[in-house]
T-cell receptor, first 114, second 112 residues
Framework: DTEVTQTPKHLVMGMTNKKSLKCEQH?????MYWYKQKAKKPPELMFV???????INESVPSRFSPECPNSSLLNLHLHALQPEDSALYLC?????????????FGPGTRLTVL | DQQVKQNSPSLSVQEGRISILNCDYT??????FLWYKKYPAEGPTFLIS?????DKNEDGRFTVFLNKSAKHLSLHIVPSQPGDSAVYFC???????????FGQGTELSVKP
């Protein structure tokens, strides 16, 4: 089973709203990732969690706040977003973040910021 | 600085023929390479990978070739099927953490 689940599938929010994206995996993976993908572009790495600790933050604005409550769950808290933050947000997981490894992606959350 | 490049934004192939998707990289530290397939509004699906100690890896209709001296990899799909129509991303990683660097993608269209 290589399934990563994400909720919600679609989200529309205003610039003053606070919302959260959720990601879950039950593969026993110890690394989890958040990516952002705009249309016709490759996925852009935002954050990496390794063993529930934030190991990489790709200079993401503070209006995006990741959280890893346990080894299976990853959240992305959103606050005061801008319309240009509208994109497909992808979660991924892999066995380990310390060495090259296959990352398995969830279906994504399509976010629209009005 | 684009470390992973897919120079063909699109490719059109007839059903039953071979599809060849190409990817070039510049960072000689990369030692693990992957191909992902992506349908619109879905997450990328892992297809096949290869480590730098090999030059070929095969899985059913999909074969990835790695030419380290040329810093080039390719994905061969034989025979191509209409359901293969999607955007294909190559990605590369190395031992310094979990980052994967993705190419820009190639949109494959397989015509019946």
């Amino acid at each position: 089973d290589t399934e990563v689940t994400q909720t919600p599938k679609h989200l529309v929010m205003g610039m003053t709203n606070k919302k959260s994206l959720k990601c879950e995996q039950h593969m026993g993976h110890r690394a989890m990732y958040w990516y952002k993908q705009k249309a016709k572009k490759p996925p852009e790495l935002m954050f990496v969690y390794s063993y529930e600790k934030l190991s990489i933050n790709e200079s993401v604005p503070s209006r995006f706040s990741p959280e890893c409550p346990n080894s299976s769950l990853l959240n992305l808290h959103l606050h005061a977003l801008q319309p240009e933050d509208s994109a497909l947000y992808l979660c991924a997981s892999s066995q380990d973040a310390g060495s090259p490894d296959t990352q398995y992606f969830g279906p994504g959350t399509r976010l629209t910021v009005l | 600085d684009q470390q992973v490049k897919q120079n063909s934004p699109s490719l059109s192939v007839q059903e039953g023929r071979i599809s060849i998707l190409n990817c070039d990289y510049t960072n000689s530290m990369f030692d693990y390479f992957l191909w992902y397939k992506k349908y619109p509004a879905e997450g990328p699906t892992f297809l096949i990978s290869i480590s730098s100690i090999k030059d070929k890896n095969e899985d059913g209709r999909f074969t990835v070739f790695l030419n380290k001296s040329a810093k080039h990899l390719s994905l061969h799909i034989v025979p191509s099927q209409p359901g293969d129509s999607a955007v294909y991303f190559c990605a590369a990683g190395h031992n310094q953490g979990g980052k994967l660097i993705f190419g820009q993608g190639t949109e494959l269209s397989v015509k019946p």
